[in-house]
C-alpha cells in the first residue's frame, strides 16, 4: 500500500555556476525571520548578489565541479555533479513544513527508490550533521547500483532536506564536496515556513505495494517522472505552445490547501491569498477516491502566459496532487480532460 510512502521537494532555483568559487555563492530573501539563534546571528554573511526567485531563505557556495540543472519547477537547488569515471549524480534541496513524516518514513522511501525492501525501526542508520548551526540527521544509503546520502534538518517548523543520489561510485567520489556543501549552506534572514514542491512525489512504487490505476488522454505523452516526480506527461498545442501534467503524493495533509495554493501561487509571481479570498479559485471535486480541492490560478498579474490548474485529492493516510501547467490556451482546452483524469482515477 502507498500509505507509507511520499518525498520530498519544492521550488527550482537557477544560477549562474561559471566563474570564480567566490561567484557561486547565492542568496534569496524574504521578511525577517522571527527568532534566531545568537551563534546563527554571529555568523558572517556570505557576499553575494541577492537573486529574489522565492521565498526560500538559504544560500550556499557551490563546489566547483557541480553543474546547475535546467529549472524543473520543482527543487529551490537543484544540481548535477559529474564523475570522473564518467558517472553522474544529482544534488537536491527541498523544503516542507511540518516533519514529513518519521526518519523510519522517510528512510524506507529512499530505499525504495534504490529498488531496497524496507526496514523497522532497527534498521534506520544515521549520523549527527550540523547545517548552519541547526542539528540534523544524515542517512547514506546504497542500492545495487545506486546510492543515495541526504541531511535532513528540522528548523522554524520545516523539515529541509539536501539529498544527493547516483551510481555508488560518483557518490562515493563527491561525498567529501558534499559535506562541505552542507558547511557552506546559511539560512538567510526569513521565515522557514518551507515552500513544498509543486510537482511532488516519489517514484513509482514497488509492484507489491499497489499504484493507482487511471486512462490517460491520447494527447498526453509520458515523460521520464525523475527523483521528484511519481508520473509526469507533456502535452503540446498549437504554434509550439506547450503543458505538464505532473502527479505526486505526501503523507497527511502537507501545509493545508491555502498552503499549497499560496504556494503555488508564488511561483506563479503572485501575492498570497487569505482564507476568505479563495472563493473563484478553489472548489470542491468529487473523484472516485473520495473528496478533493480544484485550484484554477490564471497567471494574469504574475506569469501572465500561464495558467495552472491543480486538484488536492486526500486519500487513506496521503494526499495526492494533480497538477496542469503550461501555457493559457493550452491550458483552458485541456482542462476538461485533466478534470476528469482526476475524478476517475482508481486507488489501491
Known amino acids: 500500500m502507498l500509505n507509507r510512502l511520499f518525498l520530498v521537494a519544492c521550488a527550482v532555483l537557477v544560477v549562474d555556476v561559471n566563474g570564480r568559487a567566490d561567484d557561486q555563492i547565492r542568496s534569496y530573501t524574504v521578511p525577517k525571520e522571527q527568532s534566531e539563534t545568537p551563534a546563527a546571528q554571529s555568523q558572517p554573511a556570505q557576499a553575494a548578489p541577492e537573486i529574489p526567485v522565492n521565498t526560500a531563505p538559504i544560500q550556499w557556495k557551490l563546489p566547483e565541479s557541480w553543474q546547475q540543472l535546467a529549472p524543473d519547477g520543482i527543487r529551490i537547488g537543484n544540481f548535477a555533479v559529474p564523475g570522473k569515471q564518467g558517472g553522474m549524480a544529482t544534488v537536491a534541496i527541498t523544503s516542507f513544513p511540518g516533519d514529513v513524516g518519521t526518519d523510519l518514513d522517510n528512510v524506507n522511501r529512499w530505499r525504495q527508490q534504490l529498488e531496497l525492501g524496507a526496514v523497522g525501526e532497527g534498521g534506520v542508520i544515521s549520523e549527527p550533521v550540523i547545517v548552519d548551526f541547526s542539528d540534523g540527521r544524515l542517512f547514506d544509503l546504497s542500492g545495487a547500483t545506486a546510492r543515495t546520502v541526504v541531511a535532513m534538518v528540522r528548523r522554524n517548523g520545516a523539515t529541509w532536506f539536501f539529498k544527493m543520489t547516483g551510481d555508488i561510485g560518483t557518490v562515493g567520489e563527491a561525498k567529501p564536496a558534499f559535506m562541505d556543501f552542507l558547511k557552506s549552506i546559511r539560512f538567510t534572514a526569513g521565515g522557514d515556513a518551507a515552500e513544498t514542491a509543486t ?8 509492484a507489491d505495494s499497489g499504484s493507482p490505476k487511471w486512462s490517460v488522454p491520447s494527447n ?17 498545442g498549437d504554434a509550439g505552445a506547450g503543458a505538464a501534467v505532473t502527479v505526486s503524493f505526501f503523507p497527511g495533509e502537507v501545509g493545508g490547501t491555502l498552503a499549497n495554493i499560496n504556494r503555488w501561487r508564488g511561483q506563479m509571481g503572485l501575492s498570497p491569498l487569505e482564507d476568505d479570498r479563495l472563493e473563484g479559485i478553489a472548489e470542491p471535486l468529487e473523484t472516485a477516491g473520495g473528496k478533493g480541492t480544484l485550484v ?18 486526500p486519500h487513506g493516510d496521503n494526499t495526492w496532487f494533480y497538477k496542469l501547467l503550461g501555457d493559457k490556451a493550452l491550458v483552458a482546452k485541456e482542462k476538461d480532460s485533466f478534470v476528469n483524469f482526476v475524478k476517475n482515477v482508481q486507488y489501491p
Open 199 to 206: 510537482a511532488t512525489a516519489t517514484t513509482a512504487p514497488a
Open 220 to 236: 498526453w505523452v509520458e515523460t521520464a517522472p525523475g527523483a521528484m516526480l511519481f508520473k509526469s506527461f507533456s502535452i503540446t
Open 296 to 313: 484554477d490560478i490564471d497567471g494574469t498579474g504574475g506569469k501572465a502566459g500561464e495558467r495552472l490548474v491543480a486538484v488536492i485529492v
